[in-house]
Structure formats: C-alpha cells, structure tokens
C-alpha cells in the first residue's frame, strides 16, 4: 500500500493559479492525479512516469504542469489560467504498471484529495 496525502486545495479567481502538493511514502512508477467535480465522473487531469514522462488531459495541457521530486518523496501539480471547469476534488494516485493512462483502474493507491474550487 503506498500513502498518499493530497494538500495545497484551496478558492481562487478564474484566471488565477494553485500549486497542489502530494505527500507520497514512495515514489511509484507511474504517478498521476485525477479530479472529480460534484455529480460528475472522475477524470484524468495529468500522468508521470519514472522516466519523467508526462502527458495530460486535453483540457488542462498548456495550463497545468505535473512533477516530482523523488528525494522528498512528493508529486506536484502546479495549476494556472484556473476556471470554473476546473472546479473539482482533486486525488493524487499511484501505481506500479508499465503504461501511464487515464484509467482508474490502473491505479490501486489513491489520496483523500483535496478541494480546488474556481469562482468569482
């Protein structure tokens, strides 16, 4: 089991920005973060790989940026040009598997998450 402890959620203006923190007990092969709004299916937000490998759902590319720093064992998810779509519980995830894809299942660890909420 790998813990993960999602922090840095927070309110902020459309047009603003949020960095997102993931506290990690190790540094897996394929880490990610996935969000989900009120009512709405979870959905993947950005993917990284040991190599360092990112990819990121179409809807954020150009505007969030995913990392790690695997000395202190955390993920980050720095956020910008944030709007109300955005709004969402963000989770960070985990897994050990040789792809690095959108899909759920593929991620047995997950956070708590943490809540970004978009508004005027």
Do not use: H
């Not at 959108?102 to 809540?115: A, D, M």
């Amino acid at each position: 089991q790998v813990k993960l402890v999602e922090s840095g959620g927070g309110s902020v203006q459309p047009g603003g920005s949020l960095r997102l923190s993931c506290a990690t007990s190790i540094v897996t092969w394929c880490m990610g973060w996935f969000r989900q709004a009120p009512d709405k299916e979870r959905e993947g937000v950005a993917t990284i790989f040991r190599d360092g490998r990112t990819t990121y759902a179409d809807s954020v590319k150009g505007r969030f940026t995913i990392s790690k720093d695997n000395t202190k064992n955390a993920l980050y998810l720095e956020m910008e040009s944030l709007n109300p779509e955005d709004t969402a519980t963000y989770y960070c995830v985990a897994g050990w598997m040789a792809g690095c894809r959108f899909v759920e299942n593929e991620f047995p660890n997950w956070g708590q998450g943490t809540q970004v909420t978009v508004s005027s």
